[in-house]
DNA sequence: CTGTTAGCGCATTCAC
DNA sequence: GTGAATGCGCTAACAG
């Protein structure tokens, strides 16, 4: 029984009747204790026990013209990848009072535009974006707004504003110059038909130098995809020596589509996945990964957001991260 | 160079200003077509494009008293389970119009509290908990307060207000059954340390009907601790039949552990886990786990407190969403 | 250190 | 169908 829903709750106003104070004092005691003395701001918290006071951030906010949130745009919270970096960003935000309001942009251009055009009638105080904003017009029109905006897990000539992230055709290159060292020659990618596993496969074969067999599969990627990703690959090359793919999930499937065909990893077939999820070390061959610091990209995009909303000149960052090949079993 | 950030963005009395009418009446013309001629509502358009309005949903929602969003806490992020449940959550609010707020309490009740009283302050329209709310203060805080609120992933005879889940307890005991079932007698028990888990736990020893080995590991629980979990159970009965674990994560550490010992699974060893998650079926054995509809749950929550929001009676509703079983190789 | 004044941008209420 | 007045709850800017 919700019988108390009816009473208004208690605003600033009722805490500095209750105090007997006036109300900006009331404001500053909660908010800026310092500039008030330490009787008054104890006369205040009392108030604020005795009414049940609870600050209305959204009309803080209106004056204020902070709202103390900021927008945090994802393709799907499910994608495993961007999990350290929301996890971390949510804290590091959190600590500083912001809050995270998350979008999922479905890996749809239009929906992303629909979602920023929302996200910034909330008047976020910073906007983080899992990838690069994609579309031309959302792109100008969060140039134009001003408001802080942090791209992540990709890197461009040209950001919107600030962005933490790295460059995905050197992650293809560095595994095709990986595989080219280890000296496989028949090679094949399972990845899957995102924007930033597509990067990285052109960096593979764009250092690799000729075509290799490819299986493409819908974002996100899973175990079940790349069970399928290797079948498709050994009809294309039934001497496969080795596979790079898009994830570490992906990669999960195509060894234990190889295990299960009688395939020996690394001796009969090699495998490089991406993201070093916390799985791929306890595999059964371990896996061989490119690691990111998620968590690093997300505390960096945090620290850039609150340094501009204090008016600290961060200018336009752009911070690479960089990556490294964590070579384990599955490559021998 | 955001050189247009000195420009104030406009407002809606400059929307009207350029329109030629009310402020009111381009208010009414957005948000509310029907009261508005055809006309007027072409040229409040029309100004709207010219002056690159974007509607201030702080202002508006302080008059109107509905933020249009919905506060979600959830332990972690990263805690697989929830990841659907926040998805379609995330989906089925942004569809009604309603953003989803996010904040990690890290299994944490000090910390929950606070983070209720941050998100309160924020005025959402509704509260979406994956599990129970912890501490009394909060739980009779969110009461008086009378937000919709919807605990989930849980079951209990005292809601704060609404209710989607299912019983661990009774998890437990389907999983005991199972197992005994099967004809097994040595078994044990693989799980992470948070309320849940340990529920299940309570539910499978109560009706197994005496104690059994147990590993217990921080929570969130993964592969990692999943070895270890199973070469501690075996230090403590060498014999053992089958393993009953919290998560998949667990249950593939089990199973890979397992078989690195040279256990066949599930010939000498059978695993069962809880979850279902994506790799569950694509393992190797596939492993069998309990199935929780996570999707299912987040619309209802979001169809619970959508409903409220338009003053529709759905009463102190308790959802019981259930769970079943699924039989796959790795447990013969 | 504290108070007064004046809005932030919009939607509710009542008029016409 | 449209508009005028008013205030949501709070804080910036200036006084004292």
Redesign the interface.
């Given at each position: 029984m919700?019988a108390?829903?009816p009473f208004k709750?208690p605003t600033l106003a009722d805490v500095a009747r209750v105090a007997g104070v006036s109300p900006i004092t009331a404001s500053r005691a909660l908010a800026n204790p310092g500039l008030v003395s330490a009787k008054t701001i104890a006369r205040v918290r009392e108030a604020v026990e005795a009414t049940?006071y609870?600050?209305?951030?959204?009309?803080g906010?209106?004056k204020s013209t902070r709202?103390m949130?900021v927008a945090?745009l994802v393709p799907?919270?499910?994608v495993?990848q961007f999990?350290?970096t929301?996890?971390s960003l949510?804290?590091a935000l959190?600590a500083a009072?912001y809050?995270?309001?998350?979008?999922?942009t479905g890996y749809d251009h239009a929906r992303e535009d629909a979602?920023i055009?929302?996200?910034?009638?909330?008047?976020p105080d910073g906007i983080v974006v899992a990838g690069l904003v994609h579309s031309a017009a959302a792109r100008q029109k969060l140039?134009?707004?001003?408001i802080p905006l942090v791209e992540t897990w990709d890197l461009t000539e040209q950001p919107v504003?600030m962005l933490v992230g790295f460059s995905h055709q050197q992650v293809g290159a560095a595994v095709a110059g990986f595989f080219t060292r280890k000296g496989w020659k028949r090679v094949g990618i399972a990845t899957g038909d995102d924007h930033r596993a597509s990067l990285r496969r052109q960096g593979f074969t764009g250092a690799w130098g000729r075509e290799v067999p490819v299986a493409v599969g819908p974002a996100p990627s899973?175990?079940?995809l790349g069970?399928q990703a290797l079948s498709r690959l050994i009809e294309q090359e039934p001497r496969l020596q080795a596979v790079y793919c898009s994830s570490d999930?992906l990669a999960?499937?195509v060894v234990?589509e190889a295990?299960?065909r009688g395939l020996r990893v690394p001796q009969d077939l090699a495998v490089c996945g991406f993201g070093d999820a916390?799985?791929a070390?306890?595999?059964?061959p371990s896996l061989t990964t490119v690691q990111v610091d998620g968590a690093a990209i997300g505390e960096r995009a945090a620290a850039l957001i609150i340094g501009r909303c204090k008016g600290e000149d961060v200018g336009e960052s752009v911070t690479d991260v960089g990556f490294r090949i964590v070579e384990r079993a599955s490559t021998g």
């Open positions: 919700n108390s829903r709750t049940g609870i600050p209305n951030m959204l009309a906010g209106l709202s949130t945090c799907a919270i499910s495993a999990l350290p929301v996890q949510t804290d959190a009072g809050q995270l309001v998350l979008g999922q979602l055009d929302t996200m910034v009638a909330r008047r140039h134009r707004l001003g504003d899973n175990m079940a069970r999930q999960q499937g234990t295990l299960s916390a799985f070390s306890q595999m059964e």
